[in-house]
């Protein structure tokens, strides 16, 4: 794994220091003696993970942090302060400031490059995610907002502690619960299965389990799809450094060590939960981008994109199985006379008050979809001609029927459609014959006086 590490301190011999061992392990070095070129090379993306140095003249390495974390093109980068502080109010105080770990001087080799690849690691993920977002045409979330509601550590967490011993949990509970839902599990084999089962925000795992591997415990849910990118926070020893080292390479995500400092323990709670929310957000966005892409956005139906799409599919599976496979092209009449009647407002309830009869009128199997403008088409896997004309009746007579209620009751209107049939053939070719001669049968429908359904090209 390698990655642009930024090292960020004024004293040359320490950044000679740091940048020949990360060289070692083929990471890419940049650096700073300054807090204020920092920002800038943050700014215009060009690190992975920064290195930062406490003590520095003018911006010291709090600000710094404080600075890139509170911006919306910065936040997402890991932090790493590098520091001869070791006394818990100064971890606790940078990680406030937003820090995801700390490294004390003189800097272990080992604490080091596991630190780094482990952040690297999570980065990479969140920079995927954000690729993602940006992609799409419209961002569901506003950067800035992300950034102050991720920031805001009063937004409760839910938190599961795995730990069989009632002296080590207890006072880890009555820490968390002033700012946090805490359950504690303490069987271990039971934990898997019950943390895949619910929605937490932090799992924090004993690594002193009774009779238990606690590193195959992280491992399994590193391995499971529902917990994947749960946060981790293992609780260890000081003399565990090598199965702290290992926990940190398989993907968890944070440790700490007793005895416990209270502060440090919901700083580095609250540090997680802030990143999971704000991947959270991500995913929500990217879900939303694709949603978006293939929903058409007035009716909530798929758009001819997923149609044209999913047809394919369906019209390859109906072949090769030698299924049905019906397809229901609806119009609704004289829909021009709507908007220049009433308006396009109007026009627009029409539509979606339609949307919404089709829908209960088809199968959830069935493919809904608003083909263009008042046009639908619905495509019924499994289905022969004679039951889509069933169907297709219903639609029909869903819409004639019942007036349609516009302008908050203020109006009622008499809409009607016009509907082709048609199914699928053994010398079609491709599914585009089956929508035209459906088309062709809507075409009919219209000619013959609307407010009817026509099977095929008859």
Known sequence: MTARVLVVDDIPANVKLLEARLMAEYFQVITASNGYDAIELCERDQCDIVLLDVMMPEMDGFEVCSRLKSNPKTMHIPIVMVT????????VRGLECGADDFLTKPVNDLALTTRVKSLVRLKLVTD????????????????????????????????????????????????LSREHDVEVITDPQEALFRVAESNYDVVMVSMTLDGFD?????????????????????VANDDQ???????????????????????ELLARIRTQIRRKRY??????????????????????????????????????KARVKKSPLSTIMCDIDHFKKVNDTYGHDVGDEVIREFAERLKKCVR?????????????????????????SIVAERIRASIADHPFIVEKGAKQLTVTISIGVSSIEPDDEDPQKLL???????????????NQVMLEAA
Do not use: W
């Open 364 to 388: 959830s199997v069935d493919l809904a979809s608003r083909y263009g403008g008042e046009e639908f088409v619905v495509v019924m896997p499994d289905t022969d001609v004679a039951l889509a």
């Open 214 to 234: 606690s590193l195959r415990l992280c491992s399994q849910l590193r391995s499971l799809e529902r917990t994947r990118s749960l946060p981790i926070l293992v």
């Open 279 to 316: 991947n959270d957000c991500l995913k929500d966005s990217v879900q939303n981008t694709i949603e978006m892409a293939v929903t058409d956005g007035l009716t909530g139906l798929h758009n001819r994109r997923y149609l044209d799409s999913h047809l394919a599919t369906l019209f390859e």
């Open 84 to 91: 001869a502080l070791d006394q818990p109010s100064d971890r």
């Open 436 to 450: 035209k001669r459906a088309d062709i049968g809507l075409y009919a429908a219209k000619k013959n006086g609307r």
């Open 241 to 263: 450094e090598s199965q702290i080292s290992r926990a940190l390479e398989m993907g968890v995500n944070d440790y700490i060590s007793r005895p416990l400092d209270k502060n």
């Open 128 to 175: 995927e995610l954000r690729m993602r977002a940006a992609s799409g045409e419209t961002m569901d979330i506003d950067p800035l907002t992300s950034a102050e509601q991720i920031n805001n550590s009063s937004i409760r967490g839910k938190i599961v502690m795995i730990d069989d011993r009632v002296s080590s949990y207890e006072r880890m509970v009555k820490y």
